[in-house]
């Protein structure tokens, strides 16, 4: 930007923090720190800002999941932790719509990110990324985000998977074979048909290639002739019966349609099992909507000791209002699903989303998540 624009955009923003404070002397509030919020958000250089990647490669894996290979269009490393996930943006018809997709492989080269997709009839993000991403298309990016994640050094992990269930484990078993040297790994994976397995010749290749340290089991719903496995749902019974012999002190990793999650969290439990981490694949818009009356709120943010006013203006959520006001606030997947942007709710009402990632802990101490918070009352004060 050249020196005029750098001096409009400041001359914007002392008649923004002007216009702030006036709001403020209206209202007789506590005194602010709009323009030194704004500065750290600089020195930080904290954005809404995303990363674009570009696709360099698409891997066919079933009828109805792909694998997109992304690069970084700037160059750097994409790093993850197994088990994480990024939030994709896509155009559809003119609107942003983001999806959050599980990092599904450990690649050797870490300017690529693996992200596989499943079609599901009808679902819009799933179809388009299915049918009509080619090499060489770009996509954007927010994350890495979330903590379905390994604790390193157990002995053993069991990892319970249903259909697309399976793109997280696949990433938290390839680190568990590659990174450690004893862990055992035990799959339970469940699908429609033999054809719907996705990932069968990597898995086969990686219990080969790590002989002994992982027993995957696939249980299909509808097997066609000469299948030999497992048959039926990861019903209840059906998991009970197939980790009956696997140690209760293992750490358990669940991950499929929410049938098969809540049938597998009851088996184990019933069994004795204690540490579960389960990934829902549940989307943002398909959540119980917050009513929030469309009237614009002030709300105090508090950081390090400065307390700065902002005003969310209607259907604004605590981040969107946050960033704007220039306020330096942790975020990542931007849509309930990570706790990055966990904020302490000191005064007022704030309402948000259900379900979303906060645990019933968190939600006793007054925490809510920025990214899908809305302040439904004028006095609404948080300590960032
Ligand atoms: C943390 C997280 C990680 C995820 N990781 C992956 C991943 O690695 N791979 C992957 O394929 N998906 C993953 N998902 C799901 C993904 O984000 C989308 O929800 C999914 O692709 C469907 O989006 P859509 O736009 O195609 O469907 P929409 O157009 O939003 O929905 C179409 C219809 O399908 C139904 N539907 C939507 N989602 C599901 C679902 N998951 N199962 C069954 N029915 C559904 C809806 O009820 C709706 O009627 C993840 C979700 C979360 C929250
Ligand atoms: S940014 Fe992930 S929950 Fe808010």
Same mark, same amino acid.
């Given at each position: 930007m050249g020196?005029?624009?750098?001096?409009?955009?400041?001359?914007?923003?002392?008649?923004?923090? #002007?216009?702030?404070?006036?709001?403020?002397?209206?209202?007789?509030?506590?005194?602010?720190?709009?323009?030194? $919020?704004?500065?750290e958000t600089e020195r930080r250089g904290q954005t809404v800002a995303v990363r674009r990647v570009r696709v360099e490669d698409v891997i066919r894996e079933t009828e109805d999941a792909v694998t997109l290979v992304l690069a970084d269009r700037a160059g750097g490393a994409i790093r993850?932790?197994?088990?994480?996930?990024? !939030?994709? #943006?896509?155009?559809?018809?003119?609107?942003?719509?983001?999806?959050?997709?599980?990092?599904?492989? #450990?690649?050797e080269d870490p300017s690529r990110l693996y992200l596989t997709m499943k079609r599901i009839a009808g679902g819009r993000v799933s179809s388009h990324l299915n049918e009509r991403i080619a090499i060489g298309d770009e996509l954007e990016l927010l994350g890495p985000s979330g903590s379905f994640t390994v604790t390193p050094g157990r002995a053993q992990r069991v990892l319970v998977a249903g259909g697309s269930g399976i793109t997280p484990m696949m990433a938290i078993a390839e680190w568990s074979l590659t990174h450690e040297s004893e862990t055992q790994v035990t799959l339970l994976y469940g699908n429609r048909r033999e054809r719907d397995i996705i990932f069968r010749a990597r898995l086969?290749?990686?219990?080969?290639?790590?002989?002994? %340290? #992982? !027993?995957?089991t696939h249980v299909l719903a509808e097997p066609g002739e000469g299948w030999t496995g497992e048959r039926g749902m990861l019903d209840r019974e059906t998991v009970a019966r197939l980790a009956a012999a696997l140690p209760i002190d293992a750490e358990y990793f669940l991950c499929g349609p929410e049938p098969m999650m809540v049938a597998a969290r009851? $088996?184990? !439990?019933?069994?004795?099992?204690?540490?579960?981490?389960?990934?829902?694949?549940?989307?943002?818009?398909?959540?119980?909507?917050?009513?929030?009356?469309?009237?614009?709120?002030?709300?105090?943010?508090?950081?390090?000791?400065?307390?700065?006013?902002?005003?969310? $203006?209607?259907g604004q959520t605590l981040l969107?209002?946050?960033?704007?006001?220039?306020?330096?606030?942790?975020?990542? =997947?931007?849509?309930?699903? &990570?706790?990055? =942007?966990?904020?302490?709710? !000191?005064?007022?009402?704030?309402?948000?989303?259900?379900?979303? &990632?906060?645990?019933?802990?968190? %939600?006793?101490?007054?925490?809510v998540l920025a990214c899908i918070g809305r302040p439904a009352s004028d006095d609404v004060r948080i300590v960032l």
């Open positions: 020196l005029v624009g750098r001096l409009k955009e400041r001359v914007a923003r002392v008649k923004g923090d #002007l216009a702030h404070l006036a709001r403020i002397a209206r209202g007789g509030r506590a005194p602010t720190s709009i323009s030194r $919020a704004r500065q993850f932790v197994p088990g994480q996930f990024f !939030t994709v #943006l896509v155009r559809l018809d003119g609107e942003t719509v983001r999806r959050a997709y599980s990092a599904s492989r #450990l690649s086969d290749e990686l219990a080969a290639r790590h002989a002994g %340290r #992982l !027993t995957v009851e $088996a184990l !439990t019933a069994r004795g099992v204690r540490a579960i981490k389960e990934e829902k694949f549940t989307q943002p818009h398909l959540r119980v909507e917050a009513d929030v009356p469309a009237v614009a709120r002030r709300v105090e943010m508090r950081k390090g000791g400065v307390a700065s006013l902002v005003v969310a $203006a209607p969107e209002a946050g960033l704007a006001a220039g306020i330096p606030m942790d975020y990542s =997947c931007t849509m309930g699903g &990570c706790g990055a =942007c966990k904020v302490k709710l !000191t005064a007022g009402r704030v309402v948000m989303e259900e379900p979303n &990632c906060l645990s019933p802990g968190e %939600r006793a101490a007054n925490e």
